[in-house]
């Protein structure tokens, strides 16, 4: 945005944000400035009209520069030194920068913590600090049904909130400003339709801004207007809420499935714009969808196959029963290289969800991963992940770091590990708390105007999505370092306490030098039993780590007033990332060296075939967190001559309790070639953890942690 129309919306916004009388009316006021500037103009050949730009001022309930209100002070920092704008212009920007360097939503978050939380945890998120882990700042993972406004249209929700109106007058006043915006942008994209010659697009966009969806398209197109206005990243079951449009109108010649494609491929497009890759999810499958959910995800699916993209992260539901061509499809278009669909067995996930979450088989049904693979229930909670505990950290500091006393006196491995345990429930229980008060401060801050119209029970209840209206209020811990903390726990407890070969002193002092002069003992450790390999000891301490850690902090939920407080072992990036700033540890790892993503073996660990491999993932407790990632990597040839293997061994592992499954499919060297020569392999897209990318766009460490995943 060019200088002075820079600030002089931040002049505005902020003006707005001062003079508000309540924080209903505030927001809706702001957000109407912010999609006036946010929103772009249709380019003539859109069949989806919603392009978005980031402001670095405004209200989201995430954005790289913080949550609820943010400002970006670098951008407005530089206004102070454009020699375009006057010395008095220059003295405004500074002004704004005072003013939201305390007033913004995580800066106010910040300032209520006590002194130990910072003392455990950085505040700040530069991944190479060495830290037991992060408090993050966000609300993210938002998955929302549109059907209500789709079904009502706006005029219909805006009957509704009038005729509620008596119980929370100003957060009802708020809905109805957001709910007028909302029909004002179709009708400023109607115009641009209009101007563009699209006299079939104009008609649509007039119609959702008054009336009902009635069509495929109008029903597309506000779903994902809906989106976009509400902040959130992720779209939700789309063939639940779109399927029965797209069936009618195939059914009845007004649509073709080339027409179709067109419009999901606009979408895709749309969505892909928006530039996010750790979530943009589209859900599909589960046994709880109406007539034509099928067709249109068969038609998704063929929109991912066509356009390679690295977003939307396409998600299929699988279960017993389920139509065998969704499967087929999805296998067909994985093999192809895309990454997607990510295949989740609800066989599984439904009662997991069932006892983690504690709720009723009905509810559960409509749970959905967002972002990086975290469950929330769909329009019904929040599972923020606003935490990251990064359990290797937390060993290596008992075993040689500033608590090494733990190591150095322990009796014997029971002694060590509980006391491992107690540190781990100590650092959850702030991250729990720091959660809640997260949710606190944005609910007496921020009304999430949009959320609140599509959450369960808000307007019912007539209060905001985070001041009481949210049906389940959940939260999540990510967890990293897991699987190398449990093989360094396999190792210590064979090595130390029962063969006698190590002494604490020697192992200890060993890790602290990163090996020096102790090459035999690292080659030691590595030589010790591995998770992966379906090594009964390696399993069993593994499977007993992620119980107990998953436990510990499920428990926290009712200490700190959330209904849900579970971990997440998704593992995006930050496996390598934070690899980078961990020291030596007892599974023979290097100080600096990736760490094993997710709930998967350590890269290159895995030695004994895929079966073991599999036989290991089915091991780990799914019933006692929300959420964890497996990433497997199998050549071509496992989808195209020895296709009926690869249905056999995924068949089983899903019977035997295999959650989830995210796959790329390579041709072996693929990845080599492409360091070698990026410019040639632009395309090749590989699933990382949660996410997937294009491979020579990854960090130099994330390439590597890849390059060493077994090829099956």
Not at 11 to 40: I, N, P, W
Not at 97 to 115: C, G, L, M, Q
Not at 236 to 254: F, S
Not at 370 to 389: A, D, H, M, R
Request: hydrophobic residues 40%.
């Amino acid at each position: 945005m060019e200088a002075k129309k820079l600030l002089r919306y931040g002049v505005e916004f902020t003006q707005r944000y001062r003079t508000a009388t309540d924080k209903y009316t505030r927001e809706a006021a702001c957000l109407e400035l912010q999609l006036r500037h946010s929103l772009l103009p249709m380019e003539p050949t859109d069949l989806v009209a919603g392009r978005h730009r980031r402001l670095p001022l405004g209200v989201l309930p995430q954005e790289f520069w913080g949550l609820g209100y943010y400002m970006d002070e670098a951008a407005f920092g530089a206004l102070t030194r454009d020699e375009t704008l006057s010395a008095p212009e220059q003295q405004q920007a500074q002004e704004l920068i005072r003013f939201w360097h305390t007033e913004n939503t995580r800066a106010k978050i910040v300032a209520a913590y006590p002194p130990e939380w910072t003392e455990e945890f950085a505040c700040q998120v530069p991944y190479t600090t060495p830290t037991n882990g992060f408090l993050l700042h966000r609300i993210s993972g938002i998955q929302m049904d549109p059907t209500r406004l789709l079904r009502l249209g706006v005029g219909g929700l805006l009957d509704l909130v009038r005729e509620k109106s008596t119980g929370n007058p100003a957060f009802y006043a708020g809905v109805q400003q957001a709910l007028l915006l909302l029909r004002d942008v179709c009708l400023r994209y109607a115009d641009q339709a209009q101007q563009n010659g699209r006299p079939d697009l104009e008609a649509d966009l007039r119609h959702i801004a008054w009336q009902p969806a009635a069509t495929f398209r109008q029903a597309l197109q506000l779903a994902y207007l809906f989106m976009v206005v509400s902040g959130t990243w992720n779209y939700g079951r789309m063939d639940q809420y779109l399927g029965a449009y797209l069936h009618r109108d195939l059914a009845a010649g007004t649509l073709t499935e080339e027409e179709a494609l067109d419009l999901l491929s606009d979408l895709w497009c749309r969505i892909e714009e928006r530039n996010d890759y750790f979530d943009s999810r589209v859900i599909l499958g589960g046994c709880d969808r109406p007539k034509g959910a099928d067709t249109f995800a068969l038609l998704a699916m063929e929109t991912t196959r066509r356009r390679r993209g690295v977003v939307p992260q396409l998600t299929l539901r699988c279960y017993t029963g389920m139509d065998r061509r969704l499967y087929d499809t999805a296998l067909d278009v994985i093999g192809e290289g895309t990454t997607f669909p990510m295949l989740y067995n609800d066989d599984v996930n439904i009662p997991a969800v069932m006892d983690a979450f504690g709720v009723d088989a009905a509810t559960a049904q409509g749970y959905v991963p967002f972002g990086c693979g975290e469950y929330v229930l769909c329009n019904q909670s929040i599972g923020t992940p606003s935490g990251t505990l990064h359990t290797l950290h937390v060993l290596n500091e008992l075993l040689y770091g500033d608590r090494a006393e733990a190591f150095l006196t322990a009796a014997d491995f029971e002694e060590l590990y509980n006391r491992y345990l107690d540190r781990i429930r100590h650092l959850a229980r702030y991250q729990a708390a720091h959660q809640k008060l997260e949710y606190d401060v944005c609910g007496r801050e921020c009304a999430f105007l949009y959320f609140s119209i599509a959450f369960d029970d808000c307007l019912e209840r007539g209060l905001g999505v985070l001041e009481g209206g949210l049906r389940h209020l959940g939260g999540t811990l990510e967890v990293y370092g897991n699987i190398n903390a449990a093989d360094s726990l396999t190792a210590i407890r064979r090595l130390v306490y029962q063969q006698h070969t190590v002494t604490p002193a020697r192992m200890a002092e060993a890790l602290r030098t990163d090996f020096a002069g102790q090459e035999p003992l690292r080659r030691l450790l590595l030589d010790q039993p591995k998770y992966g390999n379906d090594h009964p000891e390696a399993d069993e301490m593994t499977a007993r780590l992620h119980r107990d850690v998953c436990t510990i902090v499920r428990d926290c939920a009712p200490q700190t007033g959330l209904d849900s407080y579970l971990v997440v072992i998704i593992n995006n990036e930050l496996n390598a990332v934070f690899g980078t700033a961990t020291g030596a540890s007892a599974d023979g790892r290097r100080a600096g060296q990736y760490m094993a993503n997710g709930n998967n073996p350590m890269s290159g660990m895995d030695q004994k075939g895929v079966t073991a491999l599999l036989n290991s993932l089915v091991k780990l407790d799914t019933h006692v967190h929300a959420g964890a990632v497996q990433n497997m990597r199998f050549s071509r040839e496992m989808f195209t001559t020895l296709r009926p293997k690869l249905e056999g061994l995924l068949n089983t592992y899903f019977r035997r309790g295999g959650a989830q499954s995210m796959i790329t499919v390579l041709s072996r060297g693929d990845l080599e070639a492409a360091l070698k020569e990026p410019e040639k392999y632009r395309n090749l897209v590989v699933r990382v953890g949660g996410f997937s990318a294009r491979f020579v766009d990854l960090q130099p460490v994330v390439q590597q942690e890849l390059i060493r995943r077994t090829l099956y």
